[in-house]
């Protein structure tokens, strides 16, 4: 079931209802706010629509659709359900319950005949089984299984933290850790990080970020300097990381790209501890999609007095071409628009004022797409309103 209660925020003045289901949380503002840098007037209900990998669009909404402090409920599950139940579609609903152990025993079992491998007592009964009771879904059973793959029939202890697993969370953060010390700390969580933060993206893009971001290369360059005509992360690091995190990185199309994204939702909601703060990585981003270091623009980077003193640089502060890939521009010479760049820059348009309200041709471009997507969302959203009627 889906339910909403009204909240009010006097500061902005903004009448704010949510709906959230699943993936995806509708809003019903009346608006008194600027969306995005642009006015969209006073006394208007609106409905904003986000789903997970999408920002929020803007639609009329009509006056007496919600009142007062009402609450609104929608029963989509219930929906659903009847929808799939009916006629043909019965044969294809199969509902998925949670883990049993004897279930999560045959899993395991099956696992281990096809990878030819056996535990010895004490890792099966000692280890795996006390965390197997604690198991009710498949990807807590296979972040556990995985660690399995490491151990050794010599081994005789298990870390304190393996035992601390309880949750999938606990299990994400032990992997995590695991592989963090095998590719190091910034790289490895700099590399999840920005395919968080940016909601998905191609290899190349993440590679190119990767070598802008000045605290991950002074984490691999730490005993030598590449050339600096050609001051990159070495394509093999990520590589590395990619096979071991295979599992749980799929690929998806993203703005008509082949993106990586994180295989389930526990990867994308994961919170590191001692974060590096969030403005350094989104300047980064905004940097990369603004094209701001593209060649022939050369970009500063600070040497520690080690690596200055061997190659005997006169200054700390070296220009370097971190040798980006060309990107495509905001406006294609056919009536094209490079709608990744444009939904990168706006993110937090707080934040890309430098890239956006100062560039004409990016708010011709914005504006030209902001109307197009306009008209889609109210044609959809009308559509909605009509079977709730």
């Known amino acids: 079931m889906l339910r909403s209660g009204l909240a009010t925020s006097e500061d902005e003045g903004v009448a704010l209802t949510h709906l959230r289901a699943g993936e995806a949380s509708i809003s019903v503002r009346k608006l008194h706010v600027k969306h995005r840098g642009v006015s969209l007037g006073r006394g208007l209900f609106s409905l904003c629509c986000r789903p997970l990998e999408e920002e929020f669009q803007i639609f009329d909404f009509p006056q007496n659709r919600f009142a007062g402090s009402h609450e609104v409920e929608i029963g989509e599950l219930s929906d659903l359900k009847k929808h799939l139940s009916e006629g043909d579609n019965q044969t294809t609903f199969v509902e998925i319950t949670r883990f049993d152990e004897t279930l999560a025993v045959d899993i395991l079992n099956s696992w281990l005949t096809r990878d030819k491998r056996k535990l010895t007592k004490i890792q099966r009964n000692g280890w795996l089984k006390p965390q197997m009771l604690k198991c009710d879904t498949p990807l807590f059973l296979s972040l556990i299984y995985d660690q399995t793959l490491t151990w050794h029939s010599y081994d005789r202890t298990i870390s304190k933290d393996f035992r601390s697993i309880v949750r999938t969370e606990d299990a994400v953060r032990y992997l995590f850790c695991q592989l963090s010390q095998r590719h190091g700390t910034v790289l490895f969580q ?8 940016i909601g998905g993206l191609t ?52 703005d008509g790209l082949t993106c990586i994204y994180f295989y389930h939702r526990s990867f994308q909601d994961y919170e590191f501890k001692n974060d590096r703060i969030f403005s350094n990585l989104d300047r980064y981003r ?16 600070q040497v520690d007095d080690k690596l200055k003193e061997k190659y005997r640089y006169s200054s700390s502060l070296v220009q370097t071409n971190r040798c980006l890939s060309v990107m495509q521009p905001i406006k294609m010479k056919t009536i094209k628009y490079n709608l990744r760049r444009i939904k990168q820059l706006l993110k937090d348009p707080s934040n890309a004022s430098e890239y956006t309200l100062c560039d004409y041709e990016f708010m011709v471009a914005y504006l030209y797409i902001c109307i197009y997507i306009y008209l889609i969302y109210e044609f959809k959203v009308n559509s909605l309103l009509n079977k709730w009627s």
């Open 190 to 197: 700099s590399s999840m990080k920005y395919i968080r933060l």
């Open 286 to 301: 905004l940097e990369y999609f603004s094209d701001k270091y593209q060649q022939p623009t050369l970009k500063e980077y």
């Open 203 to 254: 290899e190349n893009e993440l590679e190119d970020i990767l070598s802008l971001d000045d605290d991950v290369l002074k984490s691999v360059f730490v005993h030598y300097l590449p050339s600096l005509l050609i001051f990159r992360l070495p394509g093999t690091l990520w590589i590395r990381i990619k096979n071991d995190m295979k599992k749980y990185l799929v690929e998806r199309e993203i």
